[in-house]
């Protein structure tokens, strides 16, 4: 197992390379290029620059989080197949500075969905919280709260100009439901498989994030019965998945430790996020929590155990992690709390290798 960390390029996070080169065991840095717009080609340049930039710094990437996919090829409309080739040459260019995995997901419109930023816990920290009643109403109010929220940074899966179009979006989707949408994943993913064997990188599907259908977007990827149809699409290991402990565990009939050991065993999971959740009243409703099992509803070490059981040698990063000491960075991403998670998953991981 390497363990990684996300950051948002030296433009956009607070974060520097050196805070993470110290966090202790932690080697990959877990990066995109946020400047593209969605559909658009990855230069080569940027790329190169990105790498250097993480090299000089003393660490390692080969995950890129995420290169997202455009909303035409997720609704199935004609001029999808340019924006399939523009993919099939991003994926070319990333091979070639060394990316083994990319992850993305395949949720209409908006990506990982909380409706409060800043959830007060008992011991003053924040975190992120989902309660589905608030996402009842109109997507409107949603997007408010989130870009009031966000301590002015971009959300991943909120960019102003995806925002923007959020009305002709719904709009374009009136009539994908769930088999239209897996369709069209499935036209996806034959599409660019070849590329991906041929330049030896993997996809890694992140789960729906919560696992459910909202605001009458329908959801592919929310449980182990998804997996294995986005499986069957095309049976192959450049066909994987992430592993999002808390998208997944947001349900609580997910049986997380077993999808890890069916998916690992498969040599079809390359990318696992770890993070904890607490679930709170009402079924689905939950907020994340700091990643020691006792502070959330999920068992860590049960999670990390499947990982070692069945010889993960991939990359784990801490998911989100909550505001504590004062942190007011982009909500989920700050440093002490994923720093923090990180050196509890590598304790679990040396108890564990000496077990
Ligand atoms: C939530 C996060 C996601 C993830 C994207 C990947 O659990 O990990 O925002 O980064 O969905 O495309
Ligand atoms: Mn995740």
Known sequence: ???????????????????????????????????????????????????????????????????????????GLPSRDKYIENYKETIKNLAAYGIKV????????????????????????????????????????????????????????????????????FKAYENVDENKLAENMEYFLKAIMPTCEKYDVKMAMHPDDPPRPLFGLPRIY??????????????????????????????????????????????????????????????GDFHESAHLSSEGSLDMYEIMKALHDTNFNGVVRPDHGRDIWGEEGRPGYGLYDRALGIAYLNGLWEALNKA
């Open 1 to 75: 197992m390497e363990m990684g960390f996300r950051w948002y390029g030296e433009k956009d996070d607070p974060i520097k390379l050196q805070d993470i080169r110290q966090i202790p065991g932690t080697k990959q840095v877990v990066g995109a290029l946020y400047d593209i717009p969605v559909g658009e080609v990855w230069p080569k340049s940027e790329i190169k620059s990105l790498k250097d930039q993480v090299e000089s710094a003393g660490l390692k990437i080969k995950i890129i989080e995420s290169v997202n996919i455009h909303d035409d090829i997720k609704i």
């Open 102 to 169: 990319i992850c993305y997901n395949f949720m209409p419109i908006f990506d990982w969905v909380r409706t409060d930023l800043h959830y007060k816990l008992a011991d003053g920290s924040t975190d992120l919280a989902f309660q589905h009643k608030i996402v009842e109403g109109s997507p409107d109010d949603i997007i408010k709260s989130v870009q009031k929220n966000s301590n002015g940074f971009i959300l991943p899966g909120w960019e102003p100009e995806r925002l923007a179009e959020v009305k002709k979006l």
């Open 222 to 283: 929310k449980n182990v019965e998804d997996m294995r149809k986005i499986e069957n699409m095309y049976d192959s290991p450049y066909n994987g998945f992430t592993i999002c402990t808390g998208s997944l565990g947001e349900n609580p009939k997910n049986d997380v430790p077993a999808i890890i050991r069916e998916f690992v065993k498969k040599n079809k999971a390359p990318f696992i996020h770890v993070r904890n959740i607490k679930f709170m009243g009402n079924e």
